[in-house]
């Protein structure tokens, strides 16, 4: 059984990973339709899952930063269901999936953690679906910033945003615009 809090697990995952790989930006970590062969952890940059719909449009499904678990519920799946797409440089640990799974197994604890780690993924992913059940751009962009404390993404990332809660990023920037001039 192994000793850790919950808020320790990532770092856990991180100082147990079986490799480090560095990443450029506009690169796939995977592919949709790619074998699931191992879980990662964003030790840093930014890698977003990108779903990409049938007209065409494209909807990001999880931003991962620092410390951050990517892609989790692939664990559980034999291929992706989207694209693990670089959108800054980026670094990330990696675990062969059948050690993390025998780990599941075999250690109770590990297990819990994991569990905990899920459910926040889970309420994540319910504000998210909060944020794109309303109805105008500028109450989306306030729950986005209410969901992130009031944090702003760096530079360049605004595209990003868009497509995150929802809507083109033209609409997004007269958004902003306003936003500026009031």
């Known amino acids: 059984m192994i000793a850790i809090m919950s808020d320790d697990f990532v770092e856990y995952l991180i100082a147990k990973a079986s490799k480090r790989r560095t990443l450029g930006q506009d690169t796939y970590l995977f592919h949709q339709g790619d074998l699931v062969r191992s879980v990662f952890v964003v030790e840093e940059g930014l890698v977003e899952l990108t779903r990409h719909q049938l007209d065409g449009a494209s909807v990001v499904l999880q931003r991962a930063r620092g410390r951050t678990v990517l892609a989790e519920a692939s664990m559980y799946s034999a291929r992706y269901h989207c694209d693990g797409v670089v959108a800054l440089p980026s670094s990330v640990f990696e675990w062969p999936k059948a050690a993390f799974l025998g780990r599941l197994q075999e250690d109770e604890e590990f297990s819990k953690l994991w569990a905990r780690h899920l459910a926040r993924e889970v ?24 969901w992130q404390g009031s944090k702003f993404p760096p530079k360049g990332q605004w595209k990003s945003i868009a497509a995150q809660i929802g809507v083109s990023p033209e609409a997004l920037y007269r958004e902003l615009a306003k936003r500026r001039s009031e």
């Open 123 to 146: 309420q994540s992913a319910r504000y998210r679906s909060e944020i794109l059940s309303l109805k105008t751009v500028a109450d989306r962009l306030d729950g986005w910033l209410v």
